[in-house]
């Protein structure tokens, strides 16, 4: 069982920048995938950006040139460096970890975190 906490939400003006952070609760696990989810009310769930083992990263196309994904596989823990915020990133954020069992992979969620941006 892996447990996952985050941290860094908050209220922002637009144009400003916010920082998440995402930790699992066991380092000695060894996670695949680490990424960021975001759910605006009445709208599915959606990727924002996702990042392998490897350092291989993916973006939601809204987000390019203004998030960042990163990771440390040490510390199981995955950041999100958000720039240029804009309205439209209003959203909770959920961080994800896929955890390959030998029977199948499997997907941990955390709570997620509030992030509103004021225009």
């Known amino acids: 069982q892996v447990q996952l906490v985050e941290s860094g939400g908050g209220l922002v003006q637009a144009g400003g920048s916010l920082r998440l952070s995402c930790a699992a609760s066991r380092s000695s696990v060894s996670i695949n995938t680490m990424g960021w989810y975001r759910q605006a009310p009445g709208k599915q769930r959606e990727l924002v950006a996702a990042i392998t083992r490897g350092g291989r990263t993916d973006y939601a196309d809204s987000v390019k040139d203004r998030f960042t994904i990163s990771r440390d596989n040490a510390k199981n823990t995955v950041f999100l460096q958000m720039n240029s915020l804009k309205p439209e990133d209003t959203a909770v954020y959920y961080c994800?970890?896929?955890?390959?069992?030998?029977?199948?992979?499997?997907?941990?969620w955390g709570q997620g975190t509030q992030v509103t941006v004021s225009s």
């Open positions: 994800n970890a896929v955890v390959l069992y030998v029977t199948a992979p499997y997907d941990y």
